[in-house]
T-cell receptor, first 115, second 114 residues
C-alpha cells in the first residue's frame, strides 16, 4: 500500500526567506504526486502535481516541487515566502488504475511566517 | 464556476446520536470522494463514488457510516450512532473521471461529538 511521510510537523520562516517542505512517499509503481494547501477553515487547494516527464514541476503562487525517484521524495520549494503563505501543506500520492484515483495524504506541515 | 458545496459547516451532537452531511459536487464531475480529517492528521479517504456506484469504501466503518449518491450528483454521508472518535472535519471532493485528475475540495463540515 502507498504511504506518505512529511517529517516536519511545524516550520517557521521569516517573510522573504526561502522555503522547502519535505515529502517522502512509498509506492510500488510510478506515482502521481500532489501538493495541497489548506488555510484555516478552508478546503484543500491544489498547488501542483507530478505525473511524468520533467521532474521539476511549477505550480501556483510561485511554488515548485522536484520529483527525485532515487530518494522517493517530492519536496516543495518557494524562493521567497509571503505572509499569506502561512497555512497547512499536505503532500499526497495517487494510486489506482483505470478511472479510480485514490489519494493518500501525509500528516501535513504547518507553516508559520514571521514578519 | 461554482465549487464543491457542503452543508452544514459545523455540527455538534451527543455521542450515540445520528448526523448527516450533504455534498454537491462541481457540475460534470463523475467522481465524488468523502474524506475524514482528524485534527493533526491528513485527510483519509472514506468512500469514492464513480457516478452513483461505489469504487472504494475499504476504509469506511460500515457498522456506523453509510453514504449514498443517488442520481450520480449530490451525496450524503451519515453516521449512526456517532462516537467520540468521529469528531473530525468531513471533506467532500469531486473530480473528472480518470486517474490523476485534480480533486476539488469543499470547505468541509466540522463535527464535534460530545
Amino acid at each position: 500500500a502507498q504511504s506518505v511521510t512529511q517529517p516536519d510537523i511545524h516550520i517557521t520562516v521569516s517573510e522573504g526567506a526561502s522555503l522547502e517542505l519535505r515529502c517522502n512517499y512509498s509506492y510500488g509503481a510510478t506515482p502521481y504526486l500532489f501538493w495541497y494547501v489548506q488555510s484555516p477553515g478552508q478546503g484543500l487547494q491544489l498547488l501542483l502535481k507530478y505525473f511524468s516527464g520533467d521532474t521539476l514541476v511549477q505550480g501556483i503562487k510561485g511554488f515548485e516541487a522536484e520529483f527525485k525517484r532515487s530518494q522517493s521524495s517530492f519536496n516543495l520549494r518557494k524562493p521567497s515566502v509571503h505572509w499569506s503563505d502561512a497555512a497547512e501543506y499536505f503532500c499526497a500520492v495517487g494510486a489506482g488504475t483505470g478511472t479510480a484515483s485514490k489519494l493518500t495524504f501525509g500528516t501535513g506541515t504547518r507553516l508559520q511566517v514571521t514578519l | 464556476e461554482a465549487g464543491v458545496a457542503q452543508s452544514p459547516r459545523y455540527k455538534i451532537i451527543e455521542k450515540r446520536q445520528s448526523v448527516a452531511f450533504w455534498c454537491n459536487p462541481i457540475s460534470g464531475h463523475a467522481t465524488l470522494y468523502w474524506y475524514q480529517q482528524i485534527l493533526g492528521q491528513g485527510p483519509k479517504l472514506l468512500i469514492q463514488f464513480q457516478n452513483n456506484g461505489v469504487v472504494d469504501d475499504s476504509q469506511l466503518p460500515k457498522d456506523r457510516f453509510s453514504a449514498e449518491r443517488l442520481k450520480g450528483v449530490d451525496s450524503t454521508l451519515k453516521i449512526q450512532p456517532a462516537k467520540l472518535e468521529d469528531s473530525a472535519v468531513y471533506l467532500c471532493a469531486s473530480s473528472l473521471s480518470g486517474r490523476g485528475n485534480e480533486q476539488f475540495f469543499g470547505p468541509g463540515t466540522r463535527l464535534t461529538v460530545l
